[in-house]
């Protein structure tokens, strides 16, 4: 059987932790960051720091990034 292809686009977005779950940085931080752009400090502060990517979802990046990242 030949090996599995990576997904590079997926590979540079997402991380493994040493448990084996997925690590993804947060969208929605980018545009509108200014006082006026209606993003609170609170917010933007949150969207910092990266989240797991959920247990349904997981099934689906594990395909495409089949050994590890």
């Known amino acids: 059987m ?6 590079r686009a997926t590979a540079k977005r997402l991380k493994r932790t ?6 993804r940085g947060r969208s929605g931080s980018r545009h509108h960051l200014g006082m006026k752009g209606g993003k609170s400090r609170k917010r933007k ?19 495409l990034l089949p050994y590890g990242a």
Do not use: A, D, F
Request: aromatic share 4%; proline share 6%.
């Open 2 to 7: 030949p090996k599995m292809k990576t997904s």
């Open 18 to 23: 040493g448990t084996g779950k997925i690590k």
């Open 45 to 63: 502060r949150r969207l910092h720091k990266p989240t797991l990517v959920e247990h349904s979802e997981r099934y689906h990046m594990q395909k």
